[in-house]
């Protein structure tokens, strides 16, 4: 195990009917709020007018900042400082997913930085300040409830950048896996296949004897695997979604790297291919992972044949290492298969005309991963594996 | 799944090294230092000169409570706040085990508690506010490093109670595992056992559908295993060491039990054996753990099948649950013997005579226990299986 600090001071307020303690928890924090949200859904399932009364219940003041869109924009994030400096804003509320929270934590950091927002993304370094952030969840996915991450892009720039700070964990997340009941079957899929992504490039790693650290993630594997089968079937399935709603909480809070290399290639060469094609990111991912999986597969199969005893019980029995490596790959492949979700860039009509081009913004600034170090021609190699 | 609350703000800082790093992070919340130690060892290992050096590099002013012993002392915890309040302490840092970080603890709380510091252990609710705690671990065991308890002797009253607050999470947590290269074997099962015994307690659940929170434990119990056979071979093996001190931390500090009843039924009833015969907590745990689990077998035998079949392997053929379950806990038994752990009750030369009085006390603030409610009878069957 490697030397690491590990620190989360995210308070998770998890369950049926918890949304209801959006008012008081937000009072802790002052009495000033900007409630920052999504397109209709919020309010098409009632948790909009949830969230508001517990807000009125706590007598606080609230301004709005909504349209955030997936991908969400610098300039919404511009539009939401003005309002916090303007109005004296104590707290900031995200009601959505990953991109309605990450907005609300780049305002939050932008409050307190001193410039416009977006050179918080482009300087050296990190914000280290930011009023507090409060988080209403609505989709298992990017796990943006309990980290300091936040990804924002610039239209103007064609530029897609994130900050990593402690600044920016939520104070609290109130996560009620009732309010994922209506996300549709493909965004579920998308979410799961995400939350897998965020797993696999923790565990795959060459540091040695983290029997913990991969122990858990095995868990969260195996528990999506058995849970994306039933929520299919019933996607009001309560324990269900609180599993997957869990698993994407603890998939991306730090826990599962700590003391080892993590990679992240595979969601950097994503990144290039929702950019440029504007596919869904879990679509992306579902495509790509098993063909980085085959392709880094050179760099060591230990790893890969742990993955296929301990998630899918591959028989060993007269196989080699490399075969119960693929067979493991293969049932990656199958699981995602058995959601509908794709598994070529055809699927997508994308052709070969762009990738190079694709591949060389991918590895603009350096080399990818650390399970096996990706340079272009690499990259490349892992996009015509996946036509 | 049950609906939660989860936070821990504790930063770890794991790694062989790290120790110097104890003087910048202490500066972080002041000048003026309680540095709170044990007996001799931490001198004989050479710690307490590594921590000094790292003080002194940041202009710290240190002042000193030590002679913390085992089950520490209400007295000790008024001298420390007499100190604090006297020398207008900022922050106190614990270097050693459990009995010395939960004195810093109760010694933090006691600097803001208007009375004496034992009324914090009686009265109703619990201390919201202590001055900041640091800790430098030398013992994985009792998990004191991550969560927010502390127990405490009052040898005048005859009591050992515990205060569990946010307020005293330590703010941060020095991980170095070589500092436990030194821990002598007996000691070092002790703290094995200690660990496992924390993670049986919130394992074994009623709570339907919490395959995380399961998995999660069940790794946990199978690094144990393993690594204990290596660290009693090789007292100095880094990462075995390392992921004993992981276990430890994460065995308590809030996320095993997210979502589920927990029991501590079996730390109650070890509890009074301790308290009459003075023997260490990790070996009663040893003896009584398996009685335990034998003994709440008639509330269910799922829990107990999977954990026979996912931490031991137990082959299930021809087995009815039953027969599955006893097989599991025969291999705890094993497992346990296996690091010299004793067995029985007579291994320490108790005998029956006061086993009634301990049942009685055991169970004198109400039945213990989730998993089967155990009444006074039901404890004193459990040490009769220990005889």
């Known amino acids: 195990m490697e030397n690491f600090t590990f620190y989360n001071s995210t308070e998770i307020i998890f369950g049926k009917g918890e949304v209801n303690r959006a008012g008081e928890k937000t009072a802790d924090y002052g009495k000033k709020v900007l409630l ?42 511009r539009e939401g400082v003005d309002i916090c400096l303007e109005k004296e804003i104590d707290i900031v509320i995200a009601v959505g997913g990953g991109s309605v929270i990450d907005t609300a934590k780049a305002v939050a950091a932008g409050v307190c930085f001193d410039g416009d927002p977006w050179e918080m993304f482009t300087m050296e370094g990190e914000p280290d300040e930011a009023i507090p952030v409060g988080v209403v969840l609505t989709l298992a996915a990017t796990g943006s409830e309990m980290n300091g991450n936040a990804v924002i892009s610039n239209l103007e720039t064609e530029q897609k950048l994130a900050i990593h700070t402690p600044a920016c964990l939520p ?30 490039e923790q565990y795959f790693s060459h540091t040695e004897s983290t029997p913990i650290q991969d122990s858990w993630a095995e868990g969260i594997i195996k528990t999506l695997i058995k849970e994306s089968e039933v929520v299919l079937e019933n996607p009001e399935d309560y324990n269900s979604r609180a599993n997957i709603m869990l698993a994407g909480t603890m998939a991306i809070n730090g826990l599962l790297s700590i003391g080892k290399d993590d990679d992240w290639a595979s969601h950097a060469i994503e990144h290039e291919l929702s950019a440029i094609y504007d596919i869904p990111h879990g679509g992306g991912l579902a495509i790509l992972f098993p063909n980085w999986m085959k392709y880094v597969l050179s760099e ?12 899918f019980n591959i028989d060993t029995k007269g196989k080699s290492d490399q075969e119960i490596a693929l067979a493991g790959i293969e049932k990656t492949r199958e699981w995602f298969n058995s959601m509908g979700a794709p598994a070529r860039l055809a699927d997508y009509d994308i052709g070969e005309d762009k990738l190079e081009e694709m591949a060389a913004k991918a590895v603009s600034r350096g080399p990818l991963g650390s399970y096996k170090v990706l340079e272009k021609e690499d990259v490349l190699e892992i996009y015509r594996m996946s036509l």
Chains 1, 2 share one sequence.
Not at 58 to 72: H, S
Not at 184 to 191: M, R
Not at 300 to 311: I, L, R
């Open 300 to 311: 060591g199969t230990d790893k890969f044949v742990q993955y296929a005893v301990n998630v």
């Open 36 to 77: 920052v949200t999504g397109g209709g859904s919020v309010k098409r399932i009632g948790l909009y007018d949830r969230v508001m009364n517990a807000f009125e219940n706590a007598d606080l003041e609230v301004f709005e900042l909504t349209g955030i869109e997936p991908n969400p924009r610098i300039s919404k994030v």
């Open 171 to 200: 104070v609290f997340s109130i996560l009620d896996p009732v309010n994922t009941y209506t996300v549709p079957k493909e965004h579920t899929v998308y979410g799961i296949i995400d939350i897998a992504a965020h797993v696999f």
